[in-house]
């Protein structure tokens, strides 16, 4: 079946602009994690989503930073006022429910913020 | 707070050599999920293992082991006989289980380059 999928691959920005990035989970998945990845790092969780509702967000940096998953299936991230610090990829996971805890990685978005 | 450490940043190794990688955690839960991510030079993390704490018992699957060791906080990796396709990044993870997100917490990564 398909995996999860990450849409743009690659987004060139420049800085102060505004972007989305999309995030198309396993169908039936049930929970939803943002991580973002520098360069030469592990990732770091962002925001997570069981169903509709974000149930944790704590990892967002600051409120330039906010997410939605409306139908709770497919998700966006969004980047106000973009800087050159947020030049990372970006990864969506998805996973069968909270419990079970595997989670499936997409390709990731890798966002440049000229 | 949750941490996961991997103190080896790159090694490299000859194909056919084992190779050990090493991953120390810290986390005041009880109950925790510890898990090994592969990243490839594409870049889309491959899962390969996940233990819960109260399960020590170590694991083999092909060529790969893991050894969980709850009083060295340590859950290491070993590639046997190593080949030059196990050339990735690989990540060590830790999750708390339990009443949260379960986000992982990820370390920052060993580079295993296999050489022919």
């Known amino acids: 079946g398909a995996g999860v999928s990450q849409t743009p691959s690659n987004k060139v920005t420049e800085k102060g602009k505004y972007v989305e990035l999309r995030c198309d989970p396993i169908?039936?998945?049930?929970?939803l994690y943002w991580y973002r990845q520098s360069l030469g790092q592990g990732p770091e969780f962002l925001i997570y989503?069981?169903?509709?509702?974000?149930?944790?967000d704590s990892g967002l940096p600051n409120d330039r930073f906010f997410a939605v998953r409306p139908e709770g299936s497919v998700s966006t991230l969004k980047i106000q006022r973009t800087e050159r610090g947020d030049s990372a990829v970006y990864l969506c996971?998805?996973?069968?429910?909270?419990?079970?805890?595997?989670?499936?990685f997409g390709p990731g978005t890798r966002l440049t913020v000229l | 707070a949750q941490k996961v450490t991997q103190a080896q940043t790159e090694i490299s190794v000859v194909e056919k050599e084992d190779v050990t990688l090493d991953c120390v955690y810290e986390?005041?839960?009880?109950?925790?999920?510890l898990f090994w991510y592969k990243q490839p030079p594409s870049g889309e993390l491959v899962f390969l293992i996940r233990?819960?704490?109260?399960?020590?018992q170590n694991e083999i699957s092909g060529r790969y082991s893991w050894n969980f060791q709850k009083s060295t906080s340590s859950f290491n990796f070993t590639i046997t006989a190593s080949q030059v396709v196990d050339s990735a990044v690989y990540f060590c993870?830790?999750?708390?289980?339990?009443?949260?997100?379960?986000?992982?917490?990820f370390g920052k990564g060993t580079k295993l380059t296999v050489n022919p």
């Open positions: 996971a998805s996973s069968p429910d909270r419990v079970s805890n595997e989670q499936f």
């Open positions: 233990r819960n704490s109260f399960d020590e």
């Open positions: 989503f069981q169903g509709t509702g974000a149930a944790d």
């Open positions: 169908s039936g998945h049930t929970a």
């Open positions: 986390t005041r839960d009880t109950t925790y999920y």
């Open positions: 993870a830790l999750s708390e289980a339990g009443g949260g997100s379960e986000k992982l917490v």
